[in-house]
């Protein structure tokens, strides 16, 4: 079983902690300053001119320190049993594994836009459009899509590297995509196509993060990418808790006390993160909130950082996605007034294209020096793949009413958003029905984060079991059943409370078993450990 | 212009170095140690609870330092200078802008491979499989080989994420065509598919870099990618020098020089960056040579960093490439024997898929937990783009004898070779034509690596300009041909020695003309400036 921060790992960052003469916390506290300041006096420590041998204990310790849950021990079990259902079918209480771990619709079966797909295959192999046959096989539009496209190109090849913020052309379509969608002007120049949105945020992290006392706030619970990123780049994670009693609410005076207090201990707080539709917890943010957190931004001269990669992703039906960038220019802010990077991707939305790794971040509000700093970073690396960064341009100017595509397109994208809304509703609907489970609405985004009220007794087994108790009822779950969660201690949450985020994205049809499969274990598991 | 590091970002670096009371060397020097330890002290001044603005004075001093030359300022100037081409055609002396500072070989029209492309089309489209059109559109192995690929992935479908490492039946292909190559075994579970080379080198220098006491060996002239890496991991870039004299040889007592040099600075050296084929310099090393790196490499305990990327560009009759691995298996080191890391990309190759962004490394000799971190890192960015991961296993394991494809596959393939051959050979001999310039062959790769005499007032010309010399004369070149060129001062070399970058990658009907312009302009310059 692989295990993300091995033993020795642990063991290193724990005798870390011991040594330091100025140790006050724990590892696992909310700023980490024990454990920065001895990570310090460690790196002078461990200095020494002869080579080391290559092991953890040599690794970079931010490296070691960063933990991604979403692909972490749970994956890997799931994978072992995989492996084990094939070779001994009869072996486990379930035929397959469902991963519902992970936003990626197509490994569950959701097929792509034909559109999109007509026009990156014939970009990639242009020959076809010198054939008669192709008329037949491809719609006139995803033909004169892809010449468009071609004639953008530096020679006019997808194999040939683009400037390192990506394709012109491409910028121009993603940007007219980004007017049409907010009635407000936005600028190609603005634009840095990206092999999805994790690479940009990266990017913003490396750019901002100066040291341990330079902070970042995020949401918690959060997609464990940013609690990473931070980490990776040296950062300090300043938390701010959603209130999940008001359906994961964003409250500004929650965001003050969390500024304050990091600034007290001497933080320099950078930026702040809100993912909306928001992950894991599905909420659609209303407008007049919006505009608060833009004010709070503002205020105090931190970058918004917006990842608005669910902006199609939204289900309840009084409820909207607003790009931040519109509410800031609605509330009068210009170019100048907010530093402002919403990111974009291809991984979701109705089209789900996870594999194609393609995205955008649209960077308002920094002078040009630091846009330089931008573009040398992102040249660095090259270029986006072309695939994706065409495919970026085609998810922000899908077909248009009148084209050949249209209708087809229409019918595939509503097809797939109504199924999403209702698979949201079944399990939301379905774990409210368990007992000592309460589950918020998924306004938006593709999962559900439901709660938990685990009995004390099994609690105890978790801690017997060296597991986080929401990790212990994850990991019997998939035993039991072949489904795969991820526990909420991998996103973050309010002290002694347990959840787990589960995907809206396995196709209809099985649905009610995984509903009944769910119920069956949940029932046992809190008969086992009843109080 | 866009300037790599501004004005005031070199201001502020400046600033820092002489605040600093142990301030002993200058920013240029080859250790920085003064700049380090500035650095630092930089860092806890300007610890701050008020969130600064964000300028370049506040951002990341590692992305300030970094530099990256082949984008750099002269690709700036290129770019203005085509759309002044475009708007007033007639005020330049000549016609179109030559892009001869990167190997991207499909910009200056080479052909994909039809079989490569043939494929992906398919793997992205799969519909067209049920339709009979595609039989005559498409040969019979391409469309095994789509089916194949689509029957080992997720969902059979290019849109969804895959296994973190890569898809394993893309990763099974990868690794017999790597013992198809070297004739000893090679494991699918040590191949990390990447987005191309580049990211692979960042993930090894992420793990590796602890702190700026920790230094990686680096060829001069070197492949920016790896001083721009090791800058933004804040680590110490230890150069070796090639031997101009012969052939950029890689002398092992130079090796040993610099590895004692820097530990006695306290530097701690974990790895050895070897470019084979060489970039910028071309050359392919000797078997033998590679057997004595790989002494020098177990004896000091560092880890071997190859950069294979250009193992099918080898031109010389007398040359072969040999990758590490085999050298190291044939001299009977086994898997646990020695740290090695050797990277492949599409991007160069016969194929010159630079867009696909694809690529992977192959990792040997690392224990399991952290090999473990390896997989924590590549997951937090979820996966390489499976286009391009498909293209690695097909530049694998292309079409073989027998294949309905293979003769049009050798066909482009040997055709694209002997070009670049024929190419790499007219400019050689052009450039050692000239007067006061040097040139070695280019045994591989695809570049050429002249070497420029520059008269005392040329020099004297570009100080005035605060440029150095070989940018000086690039940024002249570029003004009075067209014809883009990389400094050599953007790859390293031995003080007081001048030199440029130039790819062998234009199309041969342009070649001509290319020796015409820069013959030329050389001889004006020189005389302009004559001693």
């Not at 960063?66 to 379930?94: M, T, W």
């Not at 609605?330 to 402002?340: C, E, H, Q, R």
Request: one cysteine or more; glycine letters at 8%.
């Amino acid at each position: 079983m692989r295990k993300f921060v091995g033993e020795r790992a642990k063991r290193l960052i724990h005798t870390v902690v011991k040594f330091n003469p100025y140790h006050t916390t724990t590892f696992s506290s909310s700023n980490n300053t024990s454990l920065r300041s001895s990570f310090r006096s460690y790196t002078i420590m461990a200095s020494n001119v002869a080579t080391p041998p290559v092991t953890v204990d040599s690794l970079n310790l931010k490296v070691l320190k960063c933990e991604y849950a979403v692909r972490g021990e749970i994956v890997s079990v799931a994978q072992k049993l995989q492996q084990d259902l094939q070779a001994n079918p009869g072996d486990h209480p379930f035929q397959e594994i469902l991963y519902c771990n992970i936003g990626n619709p197509q490994s569950l079966g959701q097929k792509p836009i034909t559109f999109f797909r007509e026009v990156l295959a014939l970009c990639d192999h242009p020959a076809l459009m010198d054939k008669k046959e192709t008329n037949t096989l491809f719609s006139a539009d995803s033909i004169k899509r892809a010449l468009m496209i071609l004639d953008q190109m530096p020679g006019r090849a997808t194999g040939a590297y683009s400037q390192s913020q990506g394709i012109k052309g491409l910028r121009d379509t993603i940007a007219a995509g980004i007017e049409a969608r907010d009635g407000f002007p936005a600028d190609p120049n603005d634009i840095f196509l990206t092999d999805g949105a994790s690479p940009g945020v990266h990017m913003m992290m490396q750019l901002l993060i100066r040291s341990e006392n330079d902070g970042i706030l995020c949401p918690i619970p959060q997609y464990p990418l940013y609690s990473a990123s931070i980490a990776l780049h040296g950062g300090t994670l300043v938390r701010y808790y959603l209130d999940e009693a008001t359906g994961w609410g964003l409250e500004i005076s929650e965001l003050k006390k969390q500024l304050e207090a990091a600034r007290q201990k001497g933080i320099t707080v950078r930026a702040l993160v809100v993912i909306n539709p928001g992950n894991p917890t599905g909420q659609v943010l209303a407008e007049e909130n919006q505009r608060q957190i833009v004010e709070f931004c503002k205020k105090e001269g931190l970058v918004l950082l917006a990842d608005e990669v669910y902006q199609e992703n939204v289900y309840a039906p009084d409820k909207e996605f607003h790009s931040f960038k519109k509410v800031c220019r609605s509330m009068g802010y210009g170019v100048k007034d907010i530093l402002l990077v919403s990111f974009q991707s291809v991984s979701k939305g109705y089209h789900g294209e996870c594999g194609k790794r393609g995205g955008y971040m649209e960077v308002t509000g920094f002078n040009s020096e630091v846009r330089g700093q931008f573009y040398k970073v992102a040249s660095v690396n090259l270029c986006a793949n072309i695939s994706g960064q065409i495919l970026s341009s085609l998810v922000m100017s899908p077909p248009k009413d009148g084209d050949k595509s249209y209708d087809g397109y229409l019918s595939e994208r509503d097809g797939i958003l109504k199924s999403l809304a209702r698979r949201a509703k079944t399990l939301e609907d379905a774990f409210n029905n368990l007992k000592g489970v309460t589950c918020n609405k998924a306004e938006g985004a593709m999962y559900l984060f439901p709660r938990i009220d685990l009995p004390k007794k099994a609690i105890k087994a978790a801690e017997d079991a060296k597991k986080a108790p929401d990790a212990y009822y994850a990991i019997r779950l998939l035993n039991a059943t072949g489904i795969v969660v991820v526990p909420g201690s991998g996103f973050g949450q309010v002290p002694g409370t347990w959840h787990f985020r589960c995907t809206i994205l396995p196709q209809e049809d099985k649905i009610p078993a995984i509903v009944t499969r769910l119920s069956d274990f949940h029932s046992k598991f809190m008969n086992e450990f009843r109080d």
